[in-house]
């Protein structure tokens, strides 16, 4: 009866979920005119593991994104980030920039956004530019070429070589981005991604596009992602091979409402997960609902 | 042989001039696809800048150094200007980023509107002349009729042009704020996303634009040796031109559109008519512009379908 405990669990299932959380999204409504894109959502991404939210199509996993990343601003709710030594952000208030400088999340997009005109290196220093501003006096020493920033330019390159290296694109590292394949062009997002130190990650749809063997060459950077750094891992994504074989958790919004949060056991013979997905005649909602207690809650 | 070389060296002056204050047109262009059409006032308010503080410097300190007036005087001119491009980003532009595409360049014409007409009130309509400040000239040739000169005033405008197109083009390159730069140019929002403050590095870069545009103004008004109010708008068009034949967004070409403009004005006036000299270099241009439409250096938009 996996099922009814998440069910039987009240609209604040924050109080579920992983102990340790870094991200704890807690009620959550995304309203757009009369429309509401999320309604009353809330969730857990435990420290150190990959979630996945999955749904259908229009389900509001993109806005859910948008609200984390502060590219929306939630009609209702709270989004709190916690760093591993206590800080706690309220993302929903923090301005653009500061989503990434100071609580230190990043994300891709459903479409590639690198900076298609410089190199692959350059997409990977770009990433740095906080420290590196720091160290070159907010660019004075860098003119003048002292040797503190030579210093952290060369151990910028040095952090932007170790990822160049582990997405195994070292030959073509001075080329455009935007010359690469898609498939490279999808990781080296992840790995610019990873350069600015985030504690979360959120990768929308990563594997959209990828053949079967960069969407497995997806899935081993993620696992190193995950066993390697202190960087916990959101991601939205419709190939289920990706989402059942990496996530250690994974949340199902349908119309904008959680329908199942679990272990990728527990999804997998959700019911209400499987009518969102497949569908299921008029005639048959009844039955499903009454399988699946939603009758009895309601009642 | 000896007109034409001295043509020639004029010529280089100024176009060194011209791509000075382009470089600035260029490099707003680039970050935020705007043109800047109050930077040719931006050189013209910088110009009665540094009058000013020349005045002050040799009249009320008495000051005689020339070179160490000359120094002062484009530092202080340099950080004014500098703070009045901050300001004009604050006031007259950022508000209205993220509107459409057209506001903030009529909002431009605006700030320039009201830069001449301040300093026309402020400073008066009439020419305002500084004392030829240095007068030593290099003989590079000479003979019975003819002697070709390189004014110290000339070296110093070339030089000053070549060691900042130099340092910009390595700050833009090389430097971490050049990255950011190029980044929020590409992307603006996925460069925040990665941390970058989008609204400094675009206020950075109209205070760098001002601080050329003082250098050119400071520069101009050593050459001349006269400034008016309305000494912004010529220049400035001729300048954006100069952008645009190089290549706007690309910083040598902005450099190199100058010399061309001033090359071909100067022949012009040397060799035709002294009244058509701008008809021939803006003709240049639009036959450029026809074979080339991304100018000289300028990388061509390709569209992936």
Known sequence: ?299 | MEFFAQQFINGLTLGSIYGLIALGYTMVFGIIGMVNFAHGDVFMLSSFIALICFLILTTWLGLTSVALVFLIVLILAMVLTALWGWAIERVAYRPLRGSFRLAPLISAIGVSIFLSNFVQVVQGARNKPVPPLVREVFVLFQNEQYTVTLSYKQAIIMTTTAALLAGFWYLVQRTSFGRAQRACEQDRRMAALLGINVDRTISLTFVLGAALAAVAGTLYLLYYGVVSFSDGFVPGVKAFTAAVLGGIGSLPGAVLGGLIIGLIETFWSAYFSIEYKDVAAFLILIVVLIFKPSGILGRPEVEKV
């Open chain 1, 1 to 299: 009866m996996t099922l009814a405990t998440i069910q039987d669990a009240p609209p604040a299932a924050v109080s579920g979920g992983p102990d340790d959380a870094v991200l704890i999204v807690d009620h959550l409504t995304m309203r757009f005119g009369g429309l509401t894109a999320v309604g009353d959502v809330s969730f857990k991404v435990g420290r150190g593991d990959i979630t996945a939210l999955i749904g259908p199509n229009g389900a509001g996993k993109t806005t859910v994104f948008n609200c984390i990343t502060g590219f929306y601003k939630p009609t209702e709710g709270m989004i709190r980030l916690r760093q591993a030594d206590g800080a706690t952000y309220m993302l929903e208030r923090l301005p653009g920039h500061d989503v990434n400088r100071v609580a230190r999340v990043a994300r891709t997009f459903q479409n590639i956004r690198l900076f298609p005109q410089m190199t692959v290196l350059e997409n990977l220093l770009v990433a740095m530019h906080k420290p590196l501003m720091r160290a070159s006096g907010f660019s004075l020493a860098g003119i003048l070429g002292l040797s503190g920033y030579r210093k952290a330019e060369a151990a910028a390159i040095d952090k932007a070589a170790a990822w160049i290296a582990r997405i195994g694109l070292t030959h073509r590292a001075d080329e455009p981005a935007g010359d690469l394949p898609y498939g490279d062009q999808r990781r080296l997002e992840i790995a610019r991604a990873m350069c600015t130190d985030p504690v979360l990650l959120c990768l929308d749809e990563p594997a959209a596009g990828l053949n079967p063997r960069e969407s497995g060459e997806l899935n081993t950077l993620l696992r190193l992602i995950r066993d390697e750094f202190d960087t916990s891992v959101l991601l939205i994504e419709h190939d289920m091979s990706v989402v059942m074989k990496i996530s250690d958790r994974i949340v199902v919004l349908d119309y904008g409402i959680k329908i199942a949060d679990g272990t990728p056991e527990q999804i997998r013979t959700d019911t209400r997960v499987i009518a969102a997905y497949l569908g299921v005649d008029d005639e048959e909602v009844a039955a499903v609902e009454a399988e699946v207690g939603l009758t009895g809650a309601s009642a």
